[in-house]
């Protein structure tokens, strides 16, 4: 019955595991993806910093960022 089949797959998806490790494949493209972004927000600030400097404003002081 249709009923029955809905049950069935509700069950299996509370007894799939919540915590999934890390595989080697997964870590690398975290990896990958963080450093990504790193790139495109040293580009973004370096350009920042290029615009004031052809602008002729005063550079800013930067700090250095929190991460979370």
Do not use: C, W
């Not at 509370?14 to 690398?28: A, D, K, M, N």
């Not at 972004?37 to 004031?52: D, G, H, L």
């Amino acid at each position: 019955m249709v009923g029955d089949h809905e049950t069935e797959s509700n069950e299996d998806e509370e007894e799939r595991p919540v915590f999934r490790p890390y595989t080697r494949e997964s870590l690398i493209q975290s990896e990958a993806r963080i450093a990504e972004e790193e790139a495109k927000r040293n580009e973004r600030k370096k350009k920042a910093e290029e615009s004031e400097v052809r602008l002729g404003l005063k550079p800013r002081k930067r700090t250095k960022e929190v991460r979370k």
